[in-house]
C-alpha cells in the first residue's frame, strides 16, 4: 500500500548519477573508475526527487517514480532552479473545486494570506528557540509582525508586514553571528547562496503538496496572479523562515560546504514535519478550517 503523501520523507537530490530501475527497485548508479555503485532510493517514502548536473532518469525509473506519487523535478546545481518536473497523472478535482471559489473571494482570499502568516510566526519562534546554535527568542519580533498583519486592509498591506518580518530576522541572524548581511536574491555572497538555494527546498515541498492536491500554481492568495508558480511561494513561505534562514547563516558560521549545508537545512524540514504541516495547512483552508476564513466566509469582492 502506497505511503500517504503527508507520511512521506522530505526531498532527495542527487547529482552525476544515473536513476534506473532494477528488479523493481529504484536506484541511482555512480561510476568510479571502471566501478559501478548502485545504491537504492526509497522511492515509496519519497515525496520530491531532484536530479542535479550530469544526471539521467529512465523510462522504467520515471514509472516507478509515478507509481508512488513521487514529484520529479530537473534543476541545476544545488537544487535551484527546477527547470522541469513531473507531472504525469490527472488529480482528484476535491480540493481544487473547494479551493476556487476561495481564491475568487477577495476577503478569504486575504483571510488565509493573514492566517497563514501567522502559522509562519509561530514555527520560526518554536524552531529558532530548538534550533542548536540559534536559539532566538522571536517572540516580540513575531508579536508585532501579526499585529500589523492584523490591521492590513488587502494584501498589499499583509506584503509590506511580510517584509518588515523577513527585515527584522534577518537583521536578528546578522546580530547574533556578528556579520553584515543584505538580502539580494542571486547574489554571489555565500549566505546569499544558501538561501536562493535553500529556499528551492522549500518551493519543492510547496510544489508537491499543491501537485497532490490538484491545486494549481496560478491562483494564489497573496503572491501577484501574473506570477509564475506564486502559490507555490505563498505555501513554501509557511516553513522558509523557520528552517531555510537560520541554518544559511549557521552554515556559514560553521564553515560547511553548500553538500552540508543542504543535509543541515533537510534535517530541520524532517524535524518540524514540514510536509505534514504544509498538507495539513492547506487542507484546512480549502475546508474552511481557520478562525479568519470563517469570520469572513460571507464577504463578497
Known sequence: MPILPTHKTTIEYLEHCRVQAADERLVYVKRKDALEQHFAIPY?????????????????????????????????????????????????????????????NQATRLAIAKHWQAVRARLVCKTWLKLEGIEIDCSAIADNFLGRVAIAVDTQGVLIAEAWFAKQLYAQLARHFNTQFTRQPKSQDLINQFLDNGNYLAYGLAACCLWVLGIPHSLPVLHGKTRRGALVFDVADLIKDAAIMPNAFLAIANKETESQFRRRALATLDDIKALKCLFAEVIDACNGNTTEIRNNAGNQD
Open 44 to 104: 515509496g517514502n519519497t515525496s520530491v526527487l531532484l536530479l542535479g548536473p550530469g544526471t539521467s532518469l529512465t523510462q522504467q525509473a520515471a514509472r516507478l517514480a509515478a507509481s508512488q506519487g513521487m514529484l520529479v523535478g530537473f534543476c541545476a546545481g544545488g537544487a535551484t532552479p527546477i527547470y522541469l518536473a513531473a507531472l504525469n497523472e490527472y488529480r482528484e478535482p476535491e480540493y481544487l473545486q473547494k479551493w476556487y471559489p476561495l481564491w475568487e
